[in-house]
């Protein structure tokens, strides 16, 4: 038997680094009676070289204050429906949830892999024009404005951060 320990937390770092962020927004999603909870998700795309496949990885990080309402989130993102989805989003092959373990923590987070046909192309066009509408629509969240990342020096497109770092500064921090 092998008792050799997995250190997931590493394993997310080695897959971010092989990731390529396009963009960010704030939204804030309706939980039931959870109240709603807000949050930021992060678009990328795999770095060049790194994939054969064509995908847009969506992060979702949100405040949670407790079990009661880390369990009612995953049932939002549970109960997405992905055949609506395709509908709304020409281009769109499959979805691969994946829920992260977040026991005892006050942040949720939330990767979910949507996979493209082979003839879209991942770019800020097809990100704003349709993954953008297609995922409000579907998931009933309040979504802020779409911010695009310049170039893969992970400078963002917006105004220099607040003297005090925002929630978004501390999310970035976190991918550097």
């Known amino acids: 038997m092998n008792n050799k320990v997995i250190d ?3 394993q997310l770092r080695d897959l971010l680094k092989k990731e390529e962020t396009m963009a960010f927004f704030d939204f804030e999603l309706r939980a039931g009676t959870a109240g709603a909870v807000s949050g930021v998700c992060k678009i990328s795309k795999p770095r ?10 969506l992060l979702f990080i949100m405040d949670t204050l407790n079990a009661e309402a880390r369990k009612k989130i995953s049932a939002v993102f549970n109960d997405i429906n992905w055949d609506l989805f395709r509908k709304r989003m020409p281009g769109f092959k ?4 994946i829920p992260y373990m977040t026991l005892n923590s006050e942040i949720y987070f939330m990767e979910t892999d949507i996979y493209l046909q082979k ?3 991942p770019d800020q066009a097809y990100v704003s024009g349709t993954l953008f509408p297609a995922l ?8 802020g404005e779409l911010v695009f990342w310049e170039d893969s020096d992970q400078k963002p497109q917006t105004a220099p951060p607040p003297a005090e770092p925002s929630l978004i500064e501390k999310v970035r921090a976190i991918f550097k």
């Not at 060049?48 to 990885?57: N, R």
């Not at 499959?94 to 949830?97: L, Q, V």
């Not at 409000?136 to 979504?143: E, P, R």
Request: hydrophobic share 40%; charged share 25%; aromatic share 8%.
């Open 8 to 10: 997931l937390e590493k």
């Open 48 to 57: 060049e070289g790194q994939s054969k496949s064509k995908y847009l990885a």
């Open 136 to 143: 409000i629509s579907v998931t009933g969240m309040k979504a």
């Open 119 to 121: 003839d879209v192309a």
């Open 94 to 97: 499959s979805a691969f949830p």
